[in-house]
């Protein structure tokens, strides 16, 4: 079946630090990959997504790559701010089958 | 900006009460989902719906029950809540084709004391 792996947190980063959350994936087919942003107190909010391999999503500073060959969707920005304190989760769709969500991973931005 | 709307936000109530958490979305989904989300941060898809008339339960066990009647309405009931039932349930929905993303409501976050 399918399934999402995030590297564990919290990720704890100063300000203007480089950020990688690592995702890989198992999947049959051709699925879509996704990064979404939960704030304090919020729902998730889309971040970016990628539906085929070697696309790259990006969105306010933040990329990621749809690489088949490794299977991995990781998420990076090269400079963070306190701003981007959020929980990133990592997902797949499929056809035919339901969203499957990394389990999270909380990041704080000291300033 | 997503129109998917969860009432109320946050609610308190007594052990034995029964509620219903409201989910209503205006983009004409037929797809729409609950999660719990508990404070590990980790979602659980708890039921799931592809339809009008169509309901399914997810992966994780739940007393709850859901109902859709309209597309654009995706309610959920506690017959009789329990502290355990103390949690964050985000609603979801989603339109056709897997590079399509999924919609999320700000959350109800319920305490049940």
């Known amino acids: 079946g399918n399934s999402v792996t995030q590297m564990e947190g919290p990720v704890t980063l100063s300000e203007e630090a480089f950020l990688t959350i690592n995702c890989t994936y198992t999947?049959?087919?051709?699925?879509?990959l996704f990064w979404y942003v939960q704030y304090p107190g919020e729902g998730l909010q889309l971040l970016l997504k990628?539906?085929?391999?070697?696309d790259k999503g990006s969105n306010k500073g933040f990329e990621a790559t749809y690489r088949k060959e490794t299977t991995s969707f990781h998420l990076e920005k090269g400079s963070v701010q306190v701003s981007d304190s959020a929980v990133y989760f990592c997902?797949?769709?499929?056809?035919?089958?339901?969203?499957?969500f990394g389990p999270g991973t909380r990041l704080s931005v000291l300033p | 900006e997503a129109d998917i709307y969860q009432t109320p936000r946050y609610l308190v109530i007594g052990t034995g009460k029964k509620i219903t958490l409201e989910c209503s979305q205006t983009?004409?989904?037929?797809?729409m989902y609950w999660y719990q989300q508990d404070p590990g941060m980790e979602l659980h898809l708890i039921h799931y719906?592809?339809?009008?008339?169509?309901?399914e339960k997810g992966d994780l066990s739940s007393e709850s029950t859901v109902s859709r009647i309209r597309t654009e309405h995706f309610p959920l009931t506690l017959e009789s809540a329990r502290p355990s039932h103390t949690s964050q349930y985000l609603c979801?929905?989603?339109?056709?084709?897997?590079?399509?993303?999924?919609?999320f409501g700000q959350g109800t976050r319920l305490t049940v004391v």
């Open positions: 999947a049959t087919g051709y699925p879509s």
């Open positions: 997902a797949l769709g499929n056809y035919g089958q339901n969203f499957v």
């Open positions: 990628a539906t085929k391999a070697d």
């Open positions: 719906s592809y339809g009008v008339n169509s309901t």
């Open positions: 979801a929905s989603r339109g056709q084709g897997t590079g399509t993303e999924a919609f």
């Open positions: 983009m004409g989904h037929d797809k």
